[in-house]
């Protein structure tokens, strides 16, 4: 699963980075020596979903801030901190009208969008009377002040949103794993509950077979070491192991040829170590906890590698880190199966709330039940009062016809005699 975007433009406005879209460094490989390779220099690469609820927005305007020549290459030669700093949101002032007329069209976008998303929570809340205007205050990616213009300080709140919001995001991350792992601990815990001595037994048997069937599994490199790298040369770029060379590699695997490794193109490297501990076809394997330990081996060679903290690993970060004695000599690599997710306490703190989240939604369902029931007794009031009147009309007609006077019709006026 990809959670970053290989374009470094995309980097740019997502906080990443996308400090200069430069060719890396030239480095002759023998294309011959290499396995299926593909030219990808002309393939579009499309990034991914951030994540962010904005993420649609965000990428709207990196597609139309590209198109402005003048701009493009500001950012070219922009560094990081004059990216995140808002320094470079100035420069919009002189982009030309055409980007700046659709800038403002994704704008008011954007807030109709917002609008109608604040409109549909409070009339799921019944909430009338409320300043759509002032809510909008809640979103820090635009300024709600100017609806109707995109300007420079709208760019500087959107750099500023994507970077503290994507900075947070992989910590999000492992807290929703958490979650994930507690969920499953405690649904497993409460199916075992449902059964009888014998079925509980044989459950939980079936659970440490399955446990052990998982933990055994090959070796694991630590990741960004040396014999990581080479496994990859080897059985990935289909080199030989002894040709290893630090500089080819980084070549081969900058997939989009920016100069850069960048979080999506680390990820991939890792693939080769996770197959030998995850398969989607095996039952006790699962993908969810694979994707964890990705973002974790990522997130420690990133660590490693990623000395200013861009979140982009240069050619020269690169070599750096192969001069390194963790790079010849890694510790081992604990994998996810080595590790304890969370303590007994923490699990009942996340049972509590879920149990108070399941008395609320109880108490929310009666109160729907009993509103239900309300409407059923007014509607069958309603109805035995409709009876009673047809009722009371047809005893009224037929007294009149037992009197001789002529029925009334529908209007309530009398019928002529024929």
Known sequence: MRWRTSLPQYYFLSATCLLITLEAVPIDIDKTKVQNTQPVESAKIE????????????????????????????????????????????ELDLVSHHVRTKLDELKRQEVGRLRMLIKAKLDSLQDIGMDHQALLKQFDHLNHVNPDKFESTDLD???????????????????????????????????????????????ESKFEEMKKKHENHPKVNHPGSKDQLKEVWEETDGLDPNDFDPKTFFKLHDVNN???????????????ELEKVYDAQNEEDDMVEMEEER??????????????KDRLVTLEEFLKATEKKEFLEPDSWETLDQQQFFTEEELKE?????????????????????????????????????????????????????????????????????
């Open 295 to 308: 973002l974790r081996m990522r997130e420690h060679v990133m660590s490693e590698v990623d000395t200013n």
């Open 157 to 203: 709140m959107l750099i500023k949103a994507a970077t503290s919001d994507l900075e947070h995001y992989d910590k999000t991350r492992h807290e929703e794993f958490k979650k994930y792992e507690m969920m499953k601990e405690h649904e497993r815990r409460e199916y075992l509950k449902t059964l009888n001595e014998e079925k509980r037994k044989e459950e």
């Open 258 to 272: 920016d100069g850069f490794l960048d979080e999506q193109e680390l990820e991939a490297l890792f693939t080769k």
């Open 47 to 90: 990034p991914p979903d951030t994540g962010l609820y904005y993420d649609e927005y965000l990428k709207q305007v990196i597609d139309v801030l590209e198109t402005d020549k003048h701009f493009r290459e500001k950012l070219q030669k922009a560094d990081i901190e004059e990216i995140k700093s808002g320094r470079l949101s100035k």
């Open 350 to 418: 996340y049972e509590n709330i879920i149990a108070l989240q399941e008395d609320e939604l109880k108490k929310k369902a009666d109160e729907l039940q009993k509103q239900k029931e309300e409407l059923q007794r007014q509607h069958d009031q309603l109805e035995a009062q409709k009876q009673e009147y047809h009722q009371a009309i047809q005893q009224m007609e037929q007294k009149k016809l037992q009197q001789g006077i002529a029925p009334s019709g529908t209007t309530g006026e009398l019928k002529p005699h024929t």
